[in-house]
């Protein structure tokens, strides 16, 4: 029953980019297996369902799963594609006449409550910075290095024994940013692009050859590669490490 669902497994633009026409692109547009919208997941437990994220894309993020409505999210950091759609989040609550649980470090609800001043009108936004219980799951977060974007939030959880973490949006961690991926029966990692050549202080994401190396180093039980921008064609085999796969929107894998 612990599973975990890819909503969304693009980077900040998704895929097709509005104004690309590559072949990555252009095969989301006919085809369309690249069709990635803007990264989050849905944790299903006994307890209680909840998303990690919220971008613009949570309205069809929930219609294509039929959802009606989710009463609990986990957020990882104040960027659009990660908090796009709270306000419309917002006005589902207010339409069904439910409050909306959103919880996420301190810091970041202070920017979020910035951009939306209003959610506080039908959103409960609560602190996780002393780690919170989600879906039975012990969940702690910490901050990670986002390179030009400057931090994100990483979370571990842990239940029954098994232990996964969810860090969408890091580069270049540092020794104490990679303490907690330590021991992990399974590690959902962003990376932006397979080898991305763009100079490194511009950049905000890993890319999926240096994602590698440290995976190597961590030897999490699985690992699957998420946020992933037009340049990875998800049906192309890159000869990754054993145990590394792509996620995919509405793959589904077990938490225990
Ligand atoms: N202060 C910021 C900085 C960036 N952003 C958005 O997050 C995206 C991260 O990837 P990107 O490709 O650099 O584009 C960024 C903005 O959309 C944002 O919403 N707020």
């Known amino acids: 029953m612990n599973r975990l669902i890819f909503l969304g497994t693009g980077d900040a633009?998704?895929?097709?980019?509005?104004?690309c026409d590559c072949l990555v692109c252009t095969e989301a547009r006919t085809t369309g297996t690249n069709v990635r919208l803007r990264s989050s997941v849905l944790i299903k437990s006994e307890t209680e369902d909840f998303m990690i994220d919220c971008g613009p894309d949570w309205r069809r993020q929930l219609e294509l799963r039929s959802l009606r409505f989710i009463p609990t999210i986990l957020v990882t950091h104040a960027h659009f594609d990660h908090i796009g759609g709270l306000p419309e989040w917002a006005d589902a609550c207010r339409w069904t006449g439910n409050r909306g649980r959103l919880y996420a470090p301190q810091e970041v609800i202070d920017t979020i409550l910035r951009q939306f001043s209003w959610l506080p009108g039908?959103?409960?936004?609560?602190?996780?910075?002393?780690?919170?219980?989600?879906?039975g799951w012990n969940i702690r977060g910490w901050r990670v290095n986002h390179g030009k974007n400057g931090y994100a939030y990483a979370y571990r959880l842990e239940k029954d024994g098994f232990s996964w973490a969810y860090c969408s949006d890091s580069i270049g961690l540092n020794e104490a940013e990679i303490l907690p991926l330590h021991n992990l029966n399974l590690l959902v990692l962003g990376t932006s692009f397979y080898h991305e050549e763009a100079e490194y202080a511009t950049r905000s994401v890993y890319d999926m050859l240096e994602a590698q190396e440290l995976v190597g180093r961590l030897k999490?039980?699985?690992?699957?590669?998420?946020?992933?921008?037009h340049d990875v064609d998800?049906?192309?085999?890159?000869?990754?490490?054993?145990?590394?796969?792509?996620?995919?929107?509405?793959m589904s894998l077990p938490l225990e």
Do not use: K, W
């Not at 999490?220 to 921008?229: I, K």
């Not at 000869?239 to 996620?247: D, F, P, T, V």
């Open 13 to 19: 633009m998704g895929v097709p980019r509005v104004y």
């Open 122 to 135: 039908n959103l409960d936004l609560i602190p996780v910075d002393q780690g919170v219980q989600l879906g």
């Open 220 to 229: 999490p039980g699985s690992t699957v590669f998420t946020h992933m921008s």
């Open 234 to 250: 998800i049906t192309y085999n890159y000869g990754l490490l054993e145990g590394i796969s792509l996620a995919h929107t509405g």
